[in-house]
């Protein structure tokens, strides 16, 4: 479970999270929606614990973040960053094997069972074959997916997610979040992740948090939060909702 | 891993048998292991043991130490051009050095010590220097990198060069050992760096895990579990203590630390638990090597042995230089 309440973060003068709260539960996803700038990233970093908190305060399993030393920290949260700057030269073996760190001692050292664990993520997202490959040879969306291998390999109750989708295809855009859903459900894992999708939230959230400005300004589930009054006032378009064949979970259409 | 390892072994055992047994007289290995064992003719023994074992051993220990606090330096800016020569921390020993001998200290006993102290306290000061200045938020790119180093070295170098002409005839000769590295005064050097090396060697042997958790950057080494400022400051000041410690009495040598690491990366990937104890060891080789070089090129004249390596060294760089711009870092 993770608790975030009244976090407040400044990039050097410039206030960019304000009173932040919200709570996501243990076998529970929310997703963070919003413009570009509102916040969303900074908040998955402060809450994983690389940016310096002003106030407020961020629990993870009702441990205060800032109290736990890097390596608890790791065994609490893990996280599969945005698209980001990987070394290429690394195996994806070697990468994903590096979720177990926090884990190791100190000349990382892994154990069966660390492999085994890597193993087991790799074939979670279905990149098993790929275990041998650098990461400069692989394509953008499986070293995303590589990076949700080495955020399940790192065995923690909390995940959190900045843009997981972002260089996906349909079908693993579908996959991952499925794969994700299903450790919620089976693993009572806490997930928060920020899409841009806003279908794909809508269908696979159980709740959905909407920034703007460094602020959450409404927290909901999909069919309470994403109204069409509500998008129109955050993103400035007008939209029309209508509801999913399957679910009946709102699906979200650009007005012209 | 092990293969690798006994392969370096053996090209270390050949260079350090080169070594001994090359120079104005050539020493066959008969004779090498006679005198060795202490039973040798004496002009033999003298040559071993008063001449070319030291230097042999400084030499060893330079190379050594250049190399794997060259490949630290690398996993530390993730950068792969991170030399202690390019980067400036070699001249800022280099200072170091120079303003403790120019107080004439007894070159023996703690007096020895002092002189790679010093060496280590300007190195600290370049290297911190130099970060700062080519920091673009949590990277330094490569040009940064080279520029600032290149800048402060110029500085750390006029100084250098300041003190040594207002100095003794006796200090000035000292230009000839600093700039290039002919390695000079025993068994005393040996004993003052030994110690320096051996601990810093040590802390960045055992910190290669951290160094492959760094390349994933800040945010993700933090993410994985790492104290990444701790971190980075343990393994910048036992990469800075090695170079300045083998600069302070083997004078600048540049491009080892560049070239072995790079080699051994191409030769055993990325994974600096493997590349830090494969540079160290082929680091030391090499060195040796290129002061084999130095010693017969000219003979029976000496050339310091940084020229040789920045002979070989320079266009092996600019090489790189290509290469990386070409097909992007590793």
């Known amino acids: 479970m993770l608790e975030i309440n009244n976090l407040s973060v400044f990039y050097d003068a410039r206030q960019v999270l304000e009173n932040v709260s919200l709570t996501v539960n243990s076998g529970e996803i929310v997703a963070l929606i919003g413009p570009n700038g509102a916040g969303k990233s900074t908040l998955i970093r402060a809450v994983s614990g690389t940016l310096p908190i002003k106030r407020g305060q961020v629990k993870a399993n009702g441990q205060e973040i800032t109290t736990l030393a890097p390596i608890y920290r790791a065994r609490t949260l893990a996280v599969v960053p945005q698209a980001v700057h990987l070394p290429p030269a690394f195996t994806v073996w070697d990468t994903v094997l590096l979720g177990r760190a926090p884990y190791l001692n100190f000349l990382g050292q892994t154990s069966a069972r660390d492999e085994a664990l890597a193993r087991q993520a790799l074939e979670q997202v279905h990149a098993l074959e790929l275990a041998e490959k650098r990461i400069d040879e692989i394509s953008g969306g499986e070293q995303q997916r590589v990076l949700l291998a080495r955020a399940l390999a790192q065995d923690t109750p909390i995940l959190l997610m900045d843009e997981p989708t972002a260089h996906l295809d349909l079908r693993h855009q579908l996959e991952l979040l499925q794969l994700v859903k299903k450790q919620a459900r089976e693993k009572q894992l806490t997930v928060l992740l920020v899409l841009h999708d806003l279908n794909l939230a809508a269908l696979f959230a159980d709740r959905i948090a909407i920034m703007q400005n460094g602020v959450v300004c409404v927290a909901g589930a999909p069919a309470e939060a994403l109204t069409a009054e509500i998008l129109n006032s955050i993103y400035h378009v007008p939209v029309h909702i209508v509801r999913h064949p399957e679910t009946d979970a709102p699906l979200i259409i650009p007005g012209l | ?330």
Not at chain 2, 320 to 327: C, F, H, M, P
């Open chain 2, 1 to 330: 891993m092990r293969r690798k390892l006994f392969l370096s072994c053996l090209f270390l055992l050949l260079a350090l048998f080169l070594s001994i047994a090359i120079g104005s007289v050539f020493l066959s290995p008969l004779e090498m292991w006679n005198t060795l064992i202490g039973r040798g003719a004496e002009t033999s023994t003298a040559i071993v043991w008063k001449i070319r074992l030291p230097r042999t051993i400084l030499v060893l220990l330079t190379g050594a130490g250049l190399s794997v606090s060259g490949a630290s330096y690398q996993g530390l800016f993730r950068n792969p051009l991170a030399d202690p020569y390019l980067i400036g921390v070699a001249s800022g020993a280099g200072l170091g050095a120079v303003i403790a001998m120019s107080f004439q200290l007894p070159s023996s006993g703690l007096g020895l010590y002092l002189v790679p102290l010093a060496a280590f306290v300007t190195a600290l000061l370049t290297v911190a220097l130099v970060y700062l200045m080519a920091r673009v938020g949590n990277t330094v790119p490569t040009s940064n990198l080279i520029l600032a180093g290149v800048a402060v070295s110029a500085f750390a170098v006029s100084l250098t060069s300041f003190l040594m002409l207002r100095s003794s005839d006796e200090m000035r000769r000292a230009l000839g050992w600093l700039m290039g590295g002919s390695i000079q005064n025993g068994w005393p050097s040996i004993l003052a760096i030994l110690p320096f090396i051996v601990v810093g060697v040590i802390v960045l042997l055992i910190n290669g895990y951290s160094l492959n958790i760094l390349q994933f950057g800040d945010d993700q080494a933090q993410q994985l579990g790492l104290n990444v400022t701790r971190t980075r400051v343990i393994i910048l000041v036992a990469a800075s203590l090695v170079t300045a410690t083998a600069v302070s009495f083997s004078g600048i040598i540049g491009f080892v630390g560049l070239v072995v690491p790079h080699l051994m990366r191409m030769w055993s990937g990325a994974d600096y638990r493997r590349l830090l104890p494969l540079s160290l060891i082929c680091g030391g080789a090499t060195l040796l090597l290129a002061d084999v070089i130095a010693r017969i090129l000219l003979a029976p004249q000496e050339l310091p042995v940084g020229i040789v390596t920045s002979l070989a060294g320079a266009p092996f760089f600019l090489w790189i230089l290509r290469r990386a711009k070409n097909q992007g870092f590793w």
